[in-house]
T-cell receptor, first 119, second 114 residues
Framework: AQTVTQSQPEMSVQEAETVTLSCTYD???????LFWYKQPPSRQMILVIR??????QNATENRFSVNFQKAAKSFSLKISDSQLGDAAMYFC????????????????FGKGTKLSVIP | EAQVTQNPRYLITVTGKKLTVTCSQN?????MSWYRQDPGLGLRQIYY???????DKGDVPEGYKVSRKEKRNFPLILESPSPNQTSLYFC?????????????FGSGTQLSVL
C-alpha cells in the first residue's frame, strides 16, 4: 500500500516571502499522479497543483510550483510571494494510475501541514 | 454550475440513530467516493463507486454503507452511528476513475455522534 508523509504539521511564513512544504511518499509503482490540495477555513478542498510521475518537468501554477524528485520519492510544494489567502491546511496526495483491483485509483492523503501567513 | 452537493453541512446525532448523508453531482461523473477527515490523520477513503451499482471498500469502511442506484447520487449511510464516527466527511467525484482526472469535492459534512 502506498503511504504519504508530511513531516511538518505546522509552518509559518511572512507575507511576500517564500515557503516550501515537504512531502514524501512510498510506492513500488512507476505510473502515478501526485497532488497538492489546499483546505482553507471554509473546509473546501481545492486542487492546487498536480504532477504526473512520467513528466520530468516540475509543474507550476502561478505562484505555486513543485520540486518532484522521483528517485527520492519527494514532492515538495513551493509557494512564492505568500499572501494572507494562502493560509490553510495543505495536503499532499498520491493516486495510482494502474488498475490493480479493489482500492485502485483512490487518493492516499498525507496528514496535512497547517500553513500560517504572518502579515 | 458544476458542483458536488452534500447535505447536511452539520449534523449532531446520538449513538445508534441511523442517519444518511446525501451526495449529488451534476456533472455526469462515473466515479464517486467518500472520505473522512480527522485531525492528525488527513483524509481516508471510506467507499468508492466506479459506476452505477458498482461500489467497493476503501481504507476505513467499517460502520458505513453506500449505494449507487443512480449515477448522480451516492449517499453515505450510518446504520448505527458511534462516537468514533464523529468526523468531517467529504464526498468527491470525477469524470472517470483514471488517476489524471480532477476530483471535485463537496463542501463537507461535520458529524458529531454523542
Amino acid at each position: 500500500a502506498q503511504t504519504v508523509t508530511q513531516s511538518q504539521p505546522e509552518m509559518s511564513v511572512q507575507e511576500a516571502e517564500t515557503v516550501t512544504l515537504s512531502c514524501t511518499y512510498d510506492t513500488s509503482e512507476s505510473d502515478y499522479y501526485l497532488f497538492w490540495y489546499k483546505q482553507p477555513p471554509s473546509r473546501q478542498m481545492i486542487l492546487v497543483i498536480r504532477q504526473e510521475a512520467y513528466k520530468q518537468q516540475n509543474a507550476t501554477e502561478n505562484r505555486f510550483s513543485v520540486n518532484f524528485q522521483k528517485a527520492a520519492k519527494s514532492f515538495s510544494l513551493k509557494i512564492s510571494d505568500s499572501q494572507l489567502g494562502d493560509a490553510a491546511m495543505y495536503f499532499c496526495a498520491y493516486r495510482s494510475a494502474i488498475y490493480s483491483g479493489a482500492g485502485s485509483y483512490q487518493l492516499t492523503f498525507g496528514k496535512g501541514t497547517k500553513l500560517s501567513v504572518i502579515p | 454550475e458544476a458542483q458536488v452537493t452534500q447535505n447536511p453541512r452539520y449534523l449532531i446525532t446520538v449513538t445508534g440513530k441511523k442517519l444518511t448523508v446525501t451526495c449529488s453531482q451534476n456533472m455526469n461523473h462515473e466515479y464517486m467516493s467518500w472520505y473522512r477527515q480527522d485531525p492528525g490523520l488527513g483524509l481516508r477513503q471510506i467507499y468508492y463507486s466506479m459506476n452505477v451499482e458498482v461500489t467497493d471498500k476503501g481504507d476505513v469502511p467499517e460502520g458505513y454503507k453506500v449505494s449507487r442506484k443512480e449515477k448522480r447520487n451516492f449517499p453515505l449511510i450510518l446504520e448505527s452511528p458511534s462516537p468514533n464516527q464523529t468526523s468531517l466527511y467529504f464526498c468527491a467525484s470525477s469524470l472517470s476513475p483514471r488517476a489524471n482526472e480532477k476530483l471535485f469535492f463537496g463542501s463537507g459534512t461535520q458529524l458529531s455522534v454523542l
